[in-house]
Each structure stands twice: as C-alpha cells, then as structure tokens.
T-cell receptor, first 111, second 113 residues
Framework: GIQVEQSPPDLILQEGANSTLRCNFSDSVNNLQWFHQNPWGQLINLFYIPSGTKQNGRLSATTVATERYSLLYISSSQTTDSGVYFC?????????????FGTGTRLLVSP | EAQVTQNPRYLITVTGKKLTVTCSQN?????MSWYRQDPGLGLRQIYYSMNVEVTDKGDVPEGYKVSRKEKRNFPLILESPSPNQTSLYFC????????????FGDGTRLSIL
C-alpha cells in the first residue's frame, strides 16, 4: 500500500519562529489533508490540498503531486501551535476507502 | 454547523462489558469509517461503510462490529472489550464525490481495565 513519511519527527521552536514540515508519499494521491492534533486529542483539519498552494492565516501548504510531497509552513509560531501534525492521503489505487496517515511531526513551541 | 459527533468522549469500563460508541454526521455523507490511534502505531482503520447496509473491514477489524442502518449513523460495537482495545477512536465521514475532504469527530478515549 501507499507509504507516507513525515519529517522531522520532532521539532522544538521558540515562539515567533517559522518552520516547515514535510510529507512524502510513495504513490499518486487523490486527496491529501494536513491535520493538527491538539493536546486534547482532537484532529483539527488544516488543509485539504491534493495539489497546489493554500494559505490560512499564519499557515500555508503546498503539494507537488508530480513529485509526491507536500509542505506545511507555520510562520510566527505561537504556543497554541504545539501538538502533533499529521499528513494523510487517499491513494489513487485504494480510493477514498482509507485515509493513510503519516507518523506525524511533534511540535513544541516554547514561550 | 457541519459536524461528526461521537459519544461518549471518554469511557472507562471493564473487560467483557459490551459497549457501543456512537457516531453521527449531519452532512448527508455516504462514506463513514472508524480509526483507532495508538502510540507508535499511528491511526489505523477498523471498518468503513460506503453507504447504508454496506460495510467492510479495514486493517484492524478483530474484536469490533459495526452497522449502518441509517445514512447518518455508524456505531462501533465492542461486544466483549479487552484491555488491548484501550485506545483513542475516531469516526470520519466523507462525500463520495470527487475532491472532497474527510471530516473527523473529536475522538473517544476508551480505557478497558
């Protein structure tokens, strides 16, 4: 099946710093989503981005489907950005029956 | 407001006592699924449903049952829970149209003693 790898696995930032999280996937995808899992365990949908670039406030994401990767940019980080960030994909061959998650990037933003 | 609602959010129970985690969505989505999240193993799919009365196994279906009698509801049933089913569970739904995201509930944290 499709493999999803995220890097870095852990990231520690000072408040106000910028960061880039990367997601590589091993096959063509129909869907790619970025999630933030907050300290209460909730999965917050950040972006639906199978291709192209989107921005939402301090966050933006870019997916280059032909090269099988996606990037999540966090600018001017805040302590509330802490948590785990997941990339998840629906492979072309598996369809939308299953969203395959990466192992996540754990982000800690200190004041 | 479009949402996926899971209940309960938290539950502590004992081995062997049947329990049901409910999931309801108000977006008229055809597709619904269940995932469990465990440390070091990530999120894994338990069961999914393409529409009413159509369900199929995911990657880790052992010990679970589901039903899809109505489009909006997709309950997860643990008929004889065991400690290895202690986990964080998520329900998700999606329209089957092209270019649609999956929507997740807030999660249910189950502890089975």
């Amino acid at each position: 099946g499709i493999q999803v790898e995220q890097s870095p696995p852990d990231l520690i930032l000072q408040e106000g710093a910028n960061s880039t999280l990367r997601c590589n996937f091993s096959d063509s995808v129909n869907n790619l989503q970025w999630f933030h899992q907050n300290p209460w365990g909730q999965l917050i949908n950040l972006f639906y981005i199978p291709s192209g670039t989107k921005q939402n406030g301090r966050l933006s994401a870019t997916t280059v489907a032909t090269e099988r990767y996606s990037l999540l940019y966090i600018s001017s980080s805040q302590t509330t950005d802490s948590g785990v960030y997941f990339c998840a994909v629906e492979g072309v061959n598996t369809g939308f029956q299953k969203l395959v998650f990466g192992t996540g990037t754990r982000l800690l933003v200190s004041p | 407001e479009a949402q996926v609602t899971q209940n309960p959010r938290y539950l502590i129970t004992v081995t062997g006592k049947k329990l049901t985690v409910t999931c309801s969505q108000n977006m008229n989505h055809e597709y619904m699924s269940w995932y469990r999240q465990d440390p070091g193993l990530g999120l894994r799919q338990i069961y999914y449903s393409m529409n009413v009365e159509v369900t199929d196994k995911g990657d880790v279906p052992e010990g679970y049952k589901v039903s899809r009698k109505e489009k909006r509801n997709f309950p997860l049933i643990l008929e004889s829970p065991s400690p290895n089913q202690t986990s964080l569970y998520f329900c998700a739904s999606r329209s089957t149209g092209a270019g649609q995201p999956q929507h997740f509930g807030d999660g249910t944290r189950l502890s089975i003693l």
